[in-house]
């Protein structure tokens, strides 16, 4: 079994700034990618960025520029640095991860952390 375990996020004003972190653990052979989600409430779950293994990196426009995803491979962590925050950054955040345990291949999910950019 894997756990993906993030950081709590918060309530920041906007213009403010937050780092997310997500920490993989388990039987984890090697992860592939891992990525960011987020859920607005009453919106579907889009996609905020996401890492490759060989630090490759993809972000959705709306965060381009203000998002920043990295990875630390020694320790399963990925994190996700937040700048010039916006109300409509006001979401779940769920990071994601596809790993193998040497035999199989997996596709995790974090519980998700609530942040709220307000004022």
């Known amino acids: 079994q894997v756990q993906l375990v993030e950081s709590w996020g918060g309530l920041v004003q906007p213009g403010g700034s937050l780092r997310l972190s997500c920490a993989a653990s388990?039987?984890?052979?090697?992860?592939?990618?891992m990525g960011w989600y987020r859920q607005a409430p009453g919106k579907q779950r889009e996609l905020v960025a996401t890492i490759t293994s060989g630090g490759s990196t993809d972000y959705a426009d709306s965060v381009k520029g203000r998002f920043t995803i990295s990875r630390d491979n020694a320790k399963n962590t990925v994190y996700l640095e937040m700048n010039s925050l916006k109300p409509e950054d006001t979401a779940v955040y769920s990071c994601n991860a596809d790993l193998t345990d040497g035999k199989y291949e997996y596709n995790y999910w974090g519980q998700g952390t609530q942040v709220t950019v307000s004022s």
């Open positions: 388990g039987s984890i052979f090697s992860i592939y990618a």
